[in-house]
């Protein structure tokens, strides 16, 4: 329904870095956990980090310590800070949100991908070696 719209994707050399945003409605922004998602091709949907409305982070092991989830109050935007950039981190990369969740009550991570039912179009990063 287009209230998750992402940018700032595009092509980076190895080691670079590029910051992905997606811009939401402030309903959404304030009371949805958020989410960051990747899909290479041939390749089954994976997370990369999740936001709840508190502003709890989780990442998955394979981004720990290069990425950053984070949300702008002032732009509405979940923003997703990547460096050290490898290539295997060329996906298109899928915002998404649901409903608030507590993680830990509800068994969830914030990273799979089946706690989201609303989803951006994506945008794409390439990284080349």
């Known amino acids: 329904q287009g209230q998750l719209v992402e940018s700032g994707g595009g092509s980076v050399q190895a080691g670079g870095s590029l910051r992905l945003s997606c811009a939401t409605s402030?309903?959404?922004?304030?009371?949805?956990?958020m989410g960051w998602f990747r899909q290479a091709p041939g390749k089954e949907r994976e997370g990369v980090a999740g936001?709840?409305?508190?502003?709890?982070?989780n990442y998955a092991d394979s981004v720990k310590g290069r990425f950053t989830i984070s949300k702008d109050n002032a732009k509405n935007t979940l923003d997703l800070q990547m460096n050290s950039l490898k290539p295997e981190d060329t996906a298109m990369y899928y915002c998404?949100?649901?409903?608030?969740?507590?993680?830990?009550?509800?068994?969830?991570?914030?990273?799979?991908?089946?706690?989201?039912?609303?989803w951006g179009q994506g945008t794409q990063v390439t990284v080349s070696s």
């Open positions: 998404a949100s649901d409903r608030f969740r507590a993680w830990r009550a509800e068994a969830a991570t914030g990273i799979d991908p089946s706690e989201y039912a609303y």
């Open positions: 936001i709840d409305s508190d502003g709890i982070t």
């Open positions: 402030r309903y959404i922004y304030n009371n949805h956990n």
